[in-house]
Every structure is written in C-alpha cells, then in structure tokens.
C-alpha cells in the first residue's frame, strides 16, 4: 500500500540554521503530496503540498519539490526561526478514482530551534 | 472562520469504561475524518465520511469502536469497552470534498483528543 517514510530522530538546531527534513514515498499511482505542521497545543495544518511531478510547494520560508524520479519530497527552510520549532509530518494522498481522499502520513519529525 | 472543534481535550479512563469523542466540522465541510494518532506516529485514518454516510470504515475496528454522523454536521467516536492500548490522540478532520478528484482537497485538523486509559 501506500506509504511515507522520514528521517529518524528528532532534530535540533541554531536560530538561522538550515533546515532539511527527509521524505521518500511509495504509491501505485501519482499522489499529491502534503507536509503538515503541528504546533504545541495545537492541531495539524497544512504547511505545503504539490499535486505533480516537479511542482514546488512553498509557504513560510519552507520549500519542498515533488521528486518522481527520486520518490522523495524534502522540507526545507534557508533559516530557521524559535517559532518554527514543531512536529512536522509528510504526507501523501493518491489521486482518487472514485474521490478516496485518505492521507497516508510519515511518523513526524520533531524539530527544536535554539536560541 | 471557526475551525474544527474537538471536545473533550483530554480524557483519562479505567479499563473496559466507555468513552465518547465529540467532533465539530468547518462549517460547509461535507467529509469528516478521525484519525488515531499514536504517541511517535503519524496519524492514521479510522473512518471517513461523506455527509452522514460512512464511505470508507476498513480500519476502524468494529467490535470495540462505533461512530456516528447524524444529519451530516457533528460527528462522535465511541469505544465500548476501552482497552489499555487504546491510549492515544484521537482526531477529527474536515474537508470540502470539493477537490477530491484534483489530488486531494485540503484536509483541516482540529487539536485532537488525548485518551489515557488506566
């Protein structure tokens, strides 16, 4: 089935750092594909997605390309900010034939910012 | 805009109680998730519905948890009875259902339930 695999581990970084978070996906079909965000306390939202092979998702500084040939779909941000530490999951949803719109999501990653 | 609304927040339990999970959708939002998230996991889908109709169910096991969309709007998630490995966020989504066909329309997640069982 469908399925999204990140980097182990959680990550710690310096205010200004880049960052790079890993994702690699396996589907039958074309999938779109998601990168979520969760903030302490809060629920998951939306941070970027593409819906085909070579679309950029772009959205606070954050960037991740949709890499067929690869499988992969890597979040990264040039400079990283305190505000940006969270939990941060890709995602996936195969193009429904019949309107199935069920993400499959990776275990997360936990990103901490240092002052 | 008022987002998806989850109540109660956190819910502590003994083993083989019932307990019950309130969720309400965007306002508009015919497709209604939960989703059960695992503490280092992601979240992974228990139930989908499209307005009050149940469309895909395959993972939500059936002879502990039922849930119910009545008139399309508000739905609940029920364990009956709860077990230890029950243990987790349980949360709810909704979406338009108005993309479906053009790679999947926005899903909007609210903050979750936190179920300890003892």
């Known amino acids: 089935g469908d399925s999204v695999t990140q980097m182990e581990g959680p990550v710690t970084l310096s205010e200004e750092a880049f960052l790079t978070i890993n994702c690699t996906y396996t589907a039958t079909g074309y999938p779109s594909l998601f990168w979520y965000v969760q903030y302490p306390g809060e629920g998951l939202q939306l941070l970027l997605k593409a819906t085909k092979a070579d679309d950029k998702g772009s959205n606070k500084g954050f960037e991740a390309t949709y890499r067929k040939e690869t499988t992969s779909f890597h979040l990264e941000k040039g400079s990283v900010q305190v505000s940006d530490s969270a939990v941060y999951f890709c995602?996936?949803?195969?193009?429904?034939?019949?309107?199935?719109?069920?993400?499959?999501f990776g275990k997360g990653n936990q990103v901490v910012v240092i002052p | 805009e008022a987002g998806v609304v989850q109540s109660p927040r956190y819910k502590i339990i003994e083993k083989k109680q019932p307990v019950a999970f309130w969720c309400n959708p965007i306002s508009g939002h015919n497709t209604l998730y939960w989703y059960l998230q695992n503490l280092g996991q992601g979240p992974e889908l228990l139930i989908r519905y499209e307005n009050e109709e149940a469309v895909d169910d395959s993972q939500l096991p059936k002879d502990r948890f039922s849930a119910e969309r009545l008139k399309g709007v508000d739905s609940t998630l029920k364990i009956q009875p709860a077990e230890l490995g029950d243990s987790a966020v349980y949360l709810c989504a909704s979406s338009s259902g108005q993309g479906a066909i053009a790679g999947g329309d926005e899903q909007f997640f609210g903050p979750g339930t936190r179920l300890t069982v003892l």
């Open positions: 995602a996936l949803s195969d193009v429904p034939d019949y309107g199935n719109n069920r993400l499959a």
